[in-house]
């Protein structure tokens, strides 16, 4: 599916059927005109398609005033999905991407920071290229230079390189996904901010692209992240780290670290045994004698660590219906199984 850019002609619209995904969190302000700025984003998509609000346990009067407001206006295309506690915001993601039934799903703010002008344009790229993902990129940041600007940019470096999906701004939570591929990824913790890095294991990464979005100042309440939350997003980040890298073949992550351990500790006994054999020194109490010990045995320890992990691995993948891979959805794939023959031979 692809249109020519040629000059002075305005590219096609594309649309498929649509669901938006809106986590909230304490948002009694906001979930009114957030209602009201979806509905006039998209009162001429020419596509169907719905909005999903997440309530992640809020403790002020956001569900009240959506129920509300749904009921007086008599809308049907709007679902509120109540969480039964606060779970954090990629647990509330996830909740509405279980929930979905569009081909196409976004997911963006509920605290009108988003602009979901921006929506349209967003869905009709991501299709007209083919792309799977599609990530906002606030540009024009509308926020603290020193408690979120700055942080978030050092962690966009530092998850790009780590990760090797480079993009200006991972933390955006404007986002336009193919439903097919986001659904077969699970979001835990922190995730919602690797959720570029996890599309980019089950497709290729040049299927993943940004778009520069609109970004308004926060309008009402606080913040409810800050840079308390840094340590968590490390910990996250080693996990992503390793579950992109060695998911398959844990034992190649642990057998690296018992190689350099290993290689490290022989170096040791083999130095304190030419002293010993070939000048005659007493190594018997010497405290380096202990340590090459230990990086051996610490290095058998990480090997049999590895072993463990692969037939962890290999029983996961080989008792469950999880596979190794996933197959492209691409228009080819529509047609009936059936209707493909095997090539006799000649």
């Not at 206006?73 to 779970?87: A, M, P, S, T």
């Not at 993902?133 to 978030?152: E, H, M, V, Y």
């Not at 005659?280 to 230990?294: A, K, M, Q, S, T």
């Amino acid at each position: 599916m692809s249109v020519s850019d040629q000059p002075g002609k305005p590219q096609e619209s594309f649309a498929a059927p649509l669901s938006i995904i809106v986590p909230l969190f304490n948002e009694e302000d906001s979930v009114v005109p957030l209602i009201q700025r979806v509905n006039e984003a998209l009162a001429n998509y020419p596509d169907k398609w719905e909005l999903l609000l997440v309530d992640d346990g809020s403790v002020d009067a956001t569900v009240s005033r959506v129920c509300t407001y749904l009921q007086e206006h008599n809308i049907h295309h709007v679902r509120l999905i109540e969480l039964q506690r606060n779970f954090g915001q990629t647990a509330a993601m996830q909740a509405g991407i279980d929930a979905s039934r569009g081909e196409v799903i976004v997911t963006m703010d509920g605290d009108l920071q988003n602009d979901p002008m921006d929506i349209p344009r967003m869905v009709s790229r991501m299709l007209r290229e083919e792309l799977d993902l599609l990530s906002g990129w606030r540009k024009d940041r509308q926020d603290n230079l020193f408690l979120r600007k700055i942080p978030s940019q050092l962690a966009n470096r530092l998850i790009g390189n780590i990760t090797g999906v480079h993009l200006h701004d991972y933390g955006c939570s404007l986002k336009v996904y193919r439903a097919a591929i986001i659904k077969s990824v699970r979001l835990y913790g922190e995730m919602h901010r690797f959720i570029p890095a996890w599309v980019a294991s089950n497709t290729s990464p040049t299927r993943i692209k940004e778009e520069v979005v609109t970004h308004h100042a926060r309008q009402f309440g606080e913040s409810k992240y800050g840079i308390s939350r840094a340590y968590r997003v490390l910990l996250d980040l080693l996990f992503v780290y390793f579950f992109l890298r060695f998911r398959a073949r844990p034992g190649h992550f642990f057998g690296r670290i018992g190689l350099v351990v290993g290689a490290i500790g022989g170096v040791i006994l083999a130095y304190l045994a030419v002293l010993k054999v070939l000048f005659g020194e007493d190594i018997g109490n010497r405290p380096l004698l202990l340590l090459g010990v230990l990086l051996v045995v610490v290095s058998i320890q990480f090997f049999t660590t590895g072993i463990m992990s692969e037939m962890m691995a290999r029983t996961y993948y080989e008792s469950s219906d999880t596979q190794p891979y996933m197959l492209s959805v691409r228009a080819c794939q529509d047609r009936e199984r059936d209707s493909v023959s095997w090539k006799e031979p000649d």
